[in-house]
């Protein structure tokens, strides 16, 4: 992955305190030994040894404290982009997984219609086709041969549940990846929207108003 800019500055500032305070130990190691090879009697030099020492160890602490809290900084960076990168890992496979389930899902909806379709074409009594419904539902929710349907073929899964419902379906009129279309206002041969009729179809149910148009009661 890209690295975070914020966290390649404060890597920058940790390597260039630490070289700081490597070059002020160093001087200071240098002033020390020049202090101990300098003989006794010797013409004092213009700074005092000790007044040096008190600037270059003053500087060296300043150096580290800065250190310690940009090594702080560093670690706070860290973790944070650590953090958000895996919240958005997490999310990336909520996502994943929620898409994958509506795939399974629509799947199974697909295969469902298109055996449903077959027994519709096939089966002239309502009975039977709704008995062909419930067993094709149990095969799909217990024959362990249909467990992962989103990873089987189509074709093949739909001829597999035909033949488990000992269905015969014309295969010739199977195109890409369905029946082929039926003519427009097609209607199952068991829907009651077949029967013309200018009365209402469906029985009334309980409490529903009169439909606009229909007769009153006659009164005793």
């Known amino acids: 992955e890209t690295p975070d800019p914020a966290i390649a500055r404060a890597e920058r500032r940790l390597r260039l305190l630490e070289e700081l305070s490597e070059i002020g130990m160093e001087l200071a190691r240098s002033l020390c030994r020049e202090a101990a090879a300098a003989e006794p009697g010797a013409p004092e030099t213009p700074s005092d040894p000790a007044a040096t020492f008190a600037r270059l160890s003053r500087a060296i602490r300043l150096t580290l404290a800065l250190e310690a809290r940009t090594d702080e900084a560093l670690r706070a960076l860290r973790a944070g982009v650590v953090a958000e990168r895996e919240a958005k890992r ?85 195109e890409g990846e369905g029946w082929t279309p039926e003519k427009p206002f097609y209607r199952s041969r068991h829907s009651i929207w077949r029967r013309p009729s200018r009365k209402p179809l469906l029985p009334p149910y309980p409490g529903a108003a009169p439909s606009p148009g229909s007769p009153a009661h006659r009164r005793e």
């Open 90 to 174: 997490v999310e990336a496979g909520r996502r994943a997984a929620v898409e994958a389930d509506a795939q399974r899902r629509a799947h199974r909806q697909k295969v469902e219609l298109l055996v449903i379709e077959a027994a519709d074409r096939e089966i002239e009594d309502e009975e039977a086709l709704w008995g062909v419904f419930a067993a094709l539902e149990e095969r799909l929710g217990e024959d362990a041969t249909y467990e992962h349907l989103d990873r089987l073929p189509l074709r093949e899964t739909v001829e597999s549940l035909c033949a488990d419902l000992q269905l015969n379906p014309d295969w010739s009129r199977w």
